[in-house]
């Protein structure tokens, strides 16, 4: 008695587990991609957050540096640290003072602006 071949029905069961086992390989490799990127989002989120925040912070500080003096900007020019950032101030001309603002390590330059103060003249004075 020889062992007959199989029959086309054992062939269909044998290719259907073959095609379960790779539908479910791509299922969890999608699923895998898909964590990834919502990690990678969450993340690249919560910077943007952070970013944000210190733009924030860095235009409150230029919204107040705008309304000083130009004796007080006078005695602040050079570069120092203001709270948690780097400043730099300087005069390019008599009535134009440049100010930008760094994060506090001084690498990353967050903003810049330009303030103007006329001088006073005694005509203005009177």
Known sequence: MSRAAPTSRHCRAGLTLLELLVALTLLALTGLST???VRTAARFSGAAATAESELHSASQLLDAMHLWSRTELDQRLGER???PFRV????PTPDLY??????SAGTSELLRTGIFH????DAYAR
């Open 35 to 37: 964590m990834e990127l």
């Open 81 to 83: 640290e203001q709270g």
């Open 88 to 91: 730099e101030i300087t005069r």
């Open 98 to 103: 440049l100010v930008v603002v760094r994060d």
């Open 118 to 121: 006329a001088r006073t003249s």
